[in-house]
């Protein structure tokens, strides 16, 4: 460990100890989560930054929209933040490039801390209350149809939570997918002609500085290659290990796992670019709701209330996180 990260807690860690604990964490994204504390990082460096898990009172996401943090508007416009809350009343906003990357962080946090909330209290408020109007909406007697079909889901869910590789490697696979296909070709053609004027500065600037011995030549070759790591930062533009064409081949590989892991049972109630356990959680409340008393007719239903959510539907944070995580599932398979 070359520079040791700075303590933000009030509990500190030696030396030694806190260069194992990092060497050993768990990396998701510009985080660490290791077994004596939490590694941040700040605007530019992953995990120069360490909270010992004690000090920490609450970590949650927070999604920063058109007037800031969670909103329940715009839910496919979004810059994901990781807030670590401190005992001590200070707080830490951890900016994340993916949001996923975020919810795999607290996914991770609350398997090795289940005492720290993962929500923010505000949420926590809104979880409850929306979880008493759903409630509500259930029925209180259910056909014996129904009932089995809540089984099932419940049996379906449980068998895909063992391994919940293949759910993951599906939604990766989706959301790949979905950002390429959905790329404009102008967004593409401007990102192609920053790039080359980008270039162009980098030439202009080299020639200025080497053969004119003008000293600005090394601000423009600077200005074109800060240019060009923001076009390649932003990944609008294909690369020959990142473009459609691996995209699908990443797509149709997690479906054939997915098959393969839900063919070894008897039988499941979705098809493999469905099956994960908050598409079955969603089918479970539809049945409980009355709206369908089978598998097939409650995927419809989750079907219905997935393309009639867009940007500018208000939802609760329980309703954002499954939407951003299987809606891509649906957009990709045309809703088939």
């Given at each position: 460990m070359i520079v040791a990260p700075t303590r933000l807690g009030q509990t500190a860690l030696s030396?030694?100890?806190?260069?194992?604990?990092?060497?050993?964490?768990?990396?998701?994204?510009?985080?660490?989560?290791?077994?004596?504390?939490?590694?941040t990082n700040s605007f530019y460096i992953s995990r120069c930054y360490y909270t010992c898990w004690q000090d920490i009172r609450r970590v949650f996401k927070r999604v920063a929209m058109s007037k800031g943090g969670f909103t329940g508007k715009g839910i496919f416009a979004t810059t994901p933040y990781l807030v670590v809350q401190r005992s001590d009343g200070t707080e830490q906003?951890?900016?994340f490039k993916i949001e996923a990357e975020v919810d795999e962080a607290l996914e991770e946090i609350h398997k090795r801390h289940p005492e720290i909330p993962v929500y923010s209290a505000e949420a926590e408020k809104k979880l409850r209350k929306a979880k008493a109007e759903q409630e509500a909406r259930y029925l209180k007697e259910l056909p014996e149809d129904a009932l089995e079909t809540i089984q099932e889901l419940e049996r379906a869910k449980a068998y895909l939570q063992k391994d919940e590789r293949y759910s993951k490697l599906i939604v990766f696979a989706a959301k790949q997918k979905r950002s390429l296909d959905g790329t404009k070709t102008s967004l593409k053609t401007l990102a192609a002609l920053i790039d080359a004027g980008s270039v162009a500065l980098i030439a202009a600037g080299l020639y200025l500085r080497m053969v004119k011995g003008n000293s600005m030549g090394i601000?423009?070759?600077?200005?074109?290659?800060?240019f060009i790591l923001s076009v390649a930062a932003s990944q609008i533009l294909p690369t020959p290990h990142r473009n459609r064409k691996t995209a699908q081949a990443d797509w149709e590989e997690a479906l054939r796992q997915m098959k393969g892991y839900i063919g070894k049972t008897d039988t499941f109630p979705v098809p493999p670019q469905y099956a994960h356990p908050v598409v079955l959680d969603r089918m479970i409340r539809v049945v409980r709701e009355?709206?369908?008393a089978d598998e097939e007719g409650a995927l419809e239903a989750v079907k219905k209330d997935l393309k009639a959510l867009n940007a500018s539907v208000t939802v609760s944070q329980q309703e954002y996180d499954e939407v951003v995580t299987i809606k891509p599932l649906f957009i990709v398979s045309g809703y088939q």
């Open positions: 030396r030694e100890t806190l260069a194992e604990d990092k060497k050993q964490c768990h990396k998701i994204g510009p985080v660490g989560i290791g077994g004596r504390a939490l590694y906003q951890c900016n601000y423009l070759a600077l200005f074109g290659g800060a009355g709206r369908a």
